[in-house]
C-alpha cells in the first residue's frame, strides 16, 4: 500500500530535506522512524526538496509499506509522531492510490517568506530582521511582474541540475502579518533557489536599491550574474501542497 504523510517541521537543524551522506536532514530522520515504527525499512520521497535551515508548515511525502495487522492507521502516526523528534511533526496519515506521487502528482505548491520589523529573539530562527522601513507598495508592485509563465533563470542557483527554468505563477505579494510582512508566492513548480532570490531581489526593491521596473527586466533577462542575493533560509516556508482532484481525500 502506498501512504501519504503531511508533514510539518522546523529547518533550523537540518541540511535540508533530502537525504546527504553523514548530515543531519528531515528525510533521513522521517525514513529512521518510519522503519523504526513498522519493523522494516521504509524510504519517503517529498514533494520537492527544502534546503538548509528552511521550514515546513506543509510538506507531504509519500510512502510504501505492508502494515502489520495488529497496526491501525491511526495507531501508525500516534508512534510515528511519539518516535519523531520534536522539530518534525506529522499531521496527517492516509492511503492514496497505487500510482499517486507526492511529487509528481502535485499541481501546485505554496511558499511563504516572513520579514519581521522589529528584534523578535522568539522568532530569530523563523524570519528575517529588517531594520530599516520598506516600500512594500513597490516590492508589491515589482511582484506583479512574476504572476504569468516564465523562465526563472535569473532567480535560479547556478549549477541547480534542472531540466528547465520555466514556471507558471500564479499568486506573488506581500501581505502584513503579526510584526512585519509575508510574502506569499504559488506555482506549479520551482527551481532549486527560487523564493530565496525572488525575496533578496524584492527587498532590494524596498529598500529602494531597484525599481519594480528594473525587476521585470532582470525576469525577461534570464541572467542569473544580475539578481540580487538570496535572502537568508531562515524565514522561508514552504507552506502547502495542493494536489490533483482525488488524490488527497477530504479531512
Same mark, same amino acid.
Given at each position: ?60 511525502? #509519500? ?111 506581500? #501581505? ?76
Amino acid at each position: 500500500m502506498r501512504y501519504f504523510l503531511h508533514l510539518a517541521y522546523d529547518g533550523t537543524n537540518y541540511r535540508g530535506w533530502q537525504i546527504q551522506p553523514g548530515m543531519p536532514t528531515v528525510q533521513a530522520e522521517v525514513d529512521r522512524c518510519l522503519s523504526q515504527v513498522l519493523r522494516q525499512p521504509v524510504y519517503c520521497l517529498g514533494s520537492g526538496r527544502t534546503d538548509s535551515g528552511v521550514h515546513a508548515s506543509h510538506q507531504v511525502a #509519500h510512502f510504501d509499506a505492508d502494515l502489520p495487522e495488529n497496526i491501525t492507521l491511526d495507531l501508525l502516526l500516534y508512534r510515528l509522531r511519539r518516535a519523531l523528534p520534536t522539530d518534525i511533526g506529522a499531521l496527517r496519515l492516509h492511503p492514496v492510490a497505487h500510482n499517486a506521487h507526492a511529487r509528481f502528482s502535485a499541481e501546485e505548491r505554496n511558499y511563504e517568506y516572513f520579514v519581521v520589523t522589529q528584534p523578535n529573539p522568539f522568532r530569530r530562527d523563523q524570519a528575517l530582521y529588517v531594520d530599516r522601513p520598506l516600500d512594500v507598495a513597490a516590492m508589491n508592485e515589482a511582484a506583479g511582474y512574476l504572476v504569468g509563465q516564465f523562465d526563472f533563470t535569473t532567480f535560479s542557483k547556478v549549477k541547480g541540475g534542472e531540466n528547465h527554468y520555466v514556471c507558471y505563477c500564479t499568486a506573488a505579494g506581500w #501581505h502584513a502579518a503579526p510584526g512585519g510582512w509575508v510574502f506569499r508566492i504559488r506555482a506549479n513548480r520551482f527551481v532549486r533557489g527560487m523564493v530565496r532570490l525572488v525575496v533578496g531581489t524584492l527587498l532590494d526593491v524596498g529598500r529602494g536599491k531597484r525599481t519594480p521596473r528594473e525587476f521585470q527586466q532582470l525576469l525577461w533577462a534570464q541572467q542569473r550574474v544580475h539578481a540580487s542575493g538570496a535572502a537568508p533560509a531562515q524565514g522561508l516556508f514552504l507552506s502547502r501542497v495542493e494536489y490533483e482532484d482525488g488524490v488527497v481525500p477530504a479531512e
